[in-house]
């Protein structure tokens, strides 16, 4: 059996942020997320993920995978050794939590590696520009013989840039026995798992040639360095297939987003979540999509749409804003400062300016007038709003749910709507006018 331990009980003292950093966002996904979706795509059979810091965080991350618990922080060796216990016969791939962009090649490079050569620990190195915190790797005349930590290098042995990624593979008995063994006589005074290599005989280092997929993120600033890195990617990726994105080095694309070519996406852009959008659409600009759906030859500019869906040809914006489990039909046009709250709009329908639609069900070719309400909150519930076709609801009128507006009625504007109105009716809902002759002029004298 091929098992995998992910190390990711560890504070992340050096984030200097509330969350523990394996939970941490890179471009608004965990880094946890992408190192167990690479997992998944790899040989490993089975994976084991290390929790401790605040591991609450983590439990709507971790399907599939078996959890062993440190309580205590005393090091990475000591984390590995909690989960031991998990581990039956057979060869483990242990990860850093903190390294999310390790792909499922590298993992099965590595573990391919380890069992092609007949070792008992492969250890996966890399050659860094600059090795600041990195375990550095010791030779001596061509063979490995260990691991030294930043902390515990020389002067001389801080020079060396061959480093330790932090992917190890290791026969699971031999494993077993080697963590027992590990000190924790270092400054640090933690169990390091890098120790092991002390107490293993047959071992070898692999040298892993993408090194930016290795980077552990320790800090906030590497953090940045690699959502830069990857931002780039993913946006690369998206114009060779088709995508024309507008002053991409502005533009913030999240690594599950997918997106049909011939569209645009225009400067100042975040789309992430899982994001689809279809054909010829224009996204932006100073837009931001999460988790939405936008069909074909639509439009979103300047507006926000979480969780919520934009059928063909609609367009959204300049300044909207659709949330949860919104539909905006095909053609249907939505314009300034509307914000649509868990509503479904039919198709041609239109919502020009100034308008709020929450808890509410929208028919075919309504007319929403500038101002149009629907007054779904009653200080303790939310009620429904019901609209049919061919509806034209005149301006600033407040529809007080739970109300229905049958096929083909008329709102006069102005009106503040209770009661239900039939189909075809015109329902006018405000005071009688009078105009008293000269009032205005007397008063001024
Ligand atoms: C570690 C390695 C270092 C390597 C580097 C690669 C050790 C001692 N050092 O250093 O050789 O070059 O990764 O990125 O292993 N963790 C726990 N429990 C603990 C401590 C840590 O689960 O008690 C977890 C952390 O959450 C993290 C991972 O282990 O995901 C690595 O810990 P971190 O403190 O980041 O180690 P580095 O100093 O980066
Ligand atoms: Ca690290």
């Known amino acids: 059996m091929i098992y995998s331990i992910v190390l990711a009980a560890g504070k992340g003292t050096r984030m200097k942020t509330e969350l523990p950093k394996c939970a941490f966002p890179l471009l608004k996904k965990p880094m946890i997320s992408y190192i167990l979706e690479s997992l998944k795509g790899s040989m490993v059979e089975k994976n084991i993920v290390i929790l401790g810091h605040k591991k609450e965080y983590f439990s709507d991350l971790l399907d599939d995978c078996l959890i062993a618990y440190q309580n205590e922080q005393l090091g990475t060796a000591h984390a590995v050794k909690m989960g031991l216990e998990l581990l039956n016969e057979g060869i483990t791939i242990i990860l850093p939590g903190d390294a999310p962009l390790i792909s499922s090649e590298i993992i099965d490079g590595l573990i391919n590696e380890h069992i092609e050569n007949k070792n008992e620990l492969t250890v996966g190195a890399m050659v860094v520009n600059n090795p600041f915190g990195y375990g550095r790797i010791i030779m001596k005349d061509d063979s490995f013989v260990g691991i030294v930590e930043e902390k515990e290098a020389t ?255 008329y709102i006069a504007a102005g009106s503040t709507i209770t009661k239900d109105v039939p189909n075809d009716a015109l329902a006018i809902a405000r005071s009688n006018q009078t105009n008293k002759e000269d009032y205005a002029k007397k008063y001024k004298k």
Not at 169 to 176: H, S
């Open 155 to 409: 002067e001389e042995q801080k020079q060396i840039n061959v480093c330790n990624s932090g992917l190890m593979v290791v026969n699971n008995d031999v494993l077993k026995k080697a963590i027992s063994q590990v000190k924790n006589d270092n400054s640090k005074h933690e169990y390091y798992l890098t120790d092991i290599v002390y107490y293993i005989e047959r071992k070898g280092i692999s040298l892993i040639k993408n090194v930016e997929l290795l980077t552990g993120v320790n800090d906030l600033y590497t953090l940045s360095c690699l959502e830069e890195f990857l931002r780039d990617s993913i946006n690369r990726k998206h114009m060779y297939n088709g995508v024309n994105i507008i002053n991409q080095s502005s533009v913030i694309i999240g690594p599950d987003v997918k997106i049909g070519k011939g569209t645009v996406i225009m400067p100042n852009t975040v789309i992430t979540g899982n994001t689809e959008i279809g054909e010829n659409s224009i996204i932006g600009p100073s837009s931001e999509l999460h988790n939405a759906v936008i069909m074909n030859n639509a439009t979103v500019k300047h507006s926000v749409v979480y969780d919520s869906k934009v059928c063909d040809n609609a367009t959204v914006g300049p300044f909207a804003h659709l949330r949860m489990n919104t539909i905006v039909g095909e053609n249907d046009r939505i314009g300034n400062f509307v914000e649509i709250k868990k509503s479904t709009l039919g198709s041609n329908t239109n919502a020009a300016h100034l308008t709020y639609m929450g808890d509410s069900i929208i028919g075919s070719h309504v007319n929403m007038g500038c101002g149009v309400i629907t007054v779904n909150y009653d200080g303790k519930n939310k009620n429904k709003t019901i609209i049919g076709d061919n509806v034209f609801v005149g301006c600033n009128s407040n529809l007080i749910a739970p109300v229905e507006i049958g096929d083909g009625a």
